[in-house]
């Protein structure tokens, strides 16, 4: 028996300072402000995972995404660079489908592999071209190029052509087939023309609309996301049922050369020329409230310093925008902005505070018990997954999950306060008993980071469980024997307790090593 679970003298001793004739208790816990490493939000590395060696200075190669990979030698610490639970890699069309039909899919799954092994998810774009780059066998379809060639000097394909459009909606159209609703999958850019499959390249609407509406048919799970000031952008934000989220990809702009032509300082840049209007005009200003937004550096936040812009403007402008991820491409962030970027890794995204809970004193085992809740987001964004929220009742080594009703996608930056009605375990015994809370998986939350030796041994724990249960229940049947209640319970508690581990932190203390919360104790009488 754990000490305190069933305990008369510690029941005793947890309910002095309560007057008699009170029935109920507040529980407080204490803000925490540490880095929480939850899913599906913060920095992500780029064409790296987790342990990998940075990019030297300012350089690093949108190309380079891995076709190979070194096994896992247990190293996840990110030196100069924000730990963090997703990665980012993009491949050039040619790579992954060399020949027409022939689709490197070992590169794919060797990457959602080692994004796993080291806690991570992947954010993926195929990209039709960088430069003049795309596959060879593509040009012998007589698909044709665009007469003007591009500021980087190469003439690029006819993104409307018919050819073109059917031969990358292909590989879409497989690579959907193959991964959509992969767990370890985060996301898919919609990215089909453009160098580095940004901007749409010479797309027209008609084309957008065609290509993106591949992409809805071939993704119905994984979170698709627009790239801002394109024409699929504004398209895809016509289709409000399916959540598609938008990334930009030139975040913290503020170049100021006026090269002759114009006042310095009052040059173009992305951050007041381009975010601020495309927003609107692609009808992604509240998009946010029910899929992520991605933001990737302009250069480098080395580049940023180098030049010495604004850092505490552009960070604010990411919580104006509701960021959920930011991509700063693997390359090390200035020791002298280190803290003012790991809050902004920390305020990304959602970030719940249990600011208050009241419970019973005492309760009956199967009683209904009416719990008020005040959760505080004070991240900016809300969560987009399925999660629970729950509540665990442990006592004499025994434990129960009861699932919350409550929608906590619809937990939104600021409070959230809500009453509902959870039952207690009618196994309990008189004594005390420990009540947890946590969030746990829910319908469509892949994305796990548990590292694999512990997935390995929840996984098998749930099978044995089960089998044993099952085994149980046959012999039972054969033999004419009623399973006793508390055998029954035992037996299925073991079975599904597996699959209840907390998968998402408040940011509370304390915490427990298993990513529940303790709130205290209640009286069983």
């Given at each position: 028996m754990a000490k305190g679970d069933c305990d008369t003298k510690a029941t005793a001793g947890?309910?002095?300072?309560?007057?008699?004739?009170?029935?109920?208790?507040?529980?407080?816990?204490?803000?925490?402000?540490?880095?929480?490493?939850?899913?599906?939000?913060?920095?992500?590395?780029?064409?790296?995972?987790?342990?990998?060696?940075?990019?030297?200075?300012?350089?690093?190669?949108?190309?380079?995404?891995p076709t190979e990979f070194k096994p896992f030698d247990?190293?996840?610490?990110?030196?100069?660079?924000?730990?963090?639970?997703?990665?980012?890699?993009?491949?050039?069309?040619?790579?992954?489908?060399?020949?027409?039909?022939?689709?490197?899919?070992?590169?794919?799954?060797?990457?959602?592999?080692?994004?796993?092994?080291?806690?991570?998810?992947l954010q993926v774009r195929l990209m039709p071209y960088a430069q003049d780059d795309l596959p060879q066998w593509f040009w012998g379809t007589g698909a044709s190029r665009v007469a003007k060639k591009t500021t980087y000097g190469f003439r690029e394909p006819d993104v409307n052509d018919p050819l073109f459009i059917e031969h990358w909606c292909d590989l879409i159209r497989a690579f959907g087939k193959r991964y959509d609703g992969h767990?370890?999958?985060?996301s898919f850019d919609v990215a089909y023309g453009g160098p580095w499959g940004e901007m749409g390249g010479n797309s027209n609407r008609e084309t957008a609309k065609k290509v993106v509406d591949v992409y809805l048919r071939s993704f119905k799970e994984t979170q698709l996301v627009s790239m801002l000031g394109t024409h699929g952008c504004t398209y895809a934000a016509t289709k409000t049922a399916r959540r598609i989220g938008w990334r930009g990809d030139c975040f913290g702009d503020l170049r100021t050369e006026g090269r002759g032509q114009v006042p310095e300082g009052l040059c173009w840049n992305h951050m007041h020329d381009a975010y601020p209007r495309e927003v609107v005009e692609n009808g992604v200003a509240e998009a946010w409230r029910t899929a992520p937004v991605t933001l990737e550096t302009c250069w480098t936040v080395g580049h940023w310093y180098e030049k010495g812009w604004d850092i505490d403007w552009i960070l604010d402008q990411g919580y104006r925008y509701h960021i959920s991820a930011f991509m700063p491409?693997?390359?090390?962030?200035?020791?002298?902005?280190?803290?003012?970027?790991?809050?902004?890794?920390?305020?990304?995204?959602?970030?719940?505070?249990?600011?208050q809970m009241i419970l019973p004193l005492e309760v009956r085992p199967g009683q209904r018990l009416e719990v008020p809740v005040w959760i505080d987001n004070v991240g900016c964004a809300p969560i987009y997954r399925r999660y629970r929220f729950a509540y665990r009742f442990r006592q004499a080594g025994r434990e129960e999950v009861i699932h919350s009703k409550r929608d906590i996608r619809k937990w939104m930056p600021g409070h959230s306060w809500f009453k509902e009605r959870v039952a207690a375990p009618g196994w309990l015994r008189p004594g005390s008993a420990k009540v947890d809370v946590g969030i746990v998986e829910g319908e469509g939350t892949s994305g796990r980071r548990q590292a694999p030796a512990e997935q390995d041994v929840l996984r098998q724990q749930a099978t044995e469980a089960t089998k044993r249960f099952r085994e149980q229940d046959s012999r039972?049947?054969?033999?004419?024997?009623?399973?006793?209640?508390?055998?029954?319970?035992?037996?299925?508690?073991?079975?599904?307790?597996?699959?209840?581990?907390?998968?998402?932190?408040?940011a509370i203390e304390p915490v427990r090593e298993d990513g529940w919360h303790p709130m205290g104790l209640v009286e069983v009488v």
């Open positions: 947890w309910r002095r300072g309560f007057a008699p004739g009170q029935t109920i208790q507040r529980v407080r816990p204490r803000e925490s402000f540490a880095y929480l490493g939850n899913p599906h939000k913060g920095t992500t590395t780029f064409q790296r995972f987790n342990g990998d060696k940075l990019y030297g200075g300012e350089r690093w190669d949108d190309r380079g995404a247990g190293n996840v610490t990110n030196e100069g660079y924000p730990q963090t639970t997703m990665a980012y890699l993009r491949w050039l069309w040619r790579v992954i489908e060399p020949e027409k039909g022939a689709f490197r899919w070992d590169i794919i799954d060797g990457a959602l592999e080692a994004a796993r092994v080291r806690g991570q998810t767990p370890d999958l985060e491409k693997s390359c090390a962030i200035p020791e002298e902005w280190a803290e003012k970027m790991a809050e902004f890794d920390r305020r990304m995204g959602y970030r719940f505070v249990l600011r039972n049947t054969a033999s004419g024997r009623r399973q006793a209640p508390a055998e029954q319970d035992v037996l299925r508690q073991q079975a599904t307790e597996a699959t209840e581990a907390a998968r998402v932190k408040l």
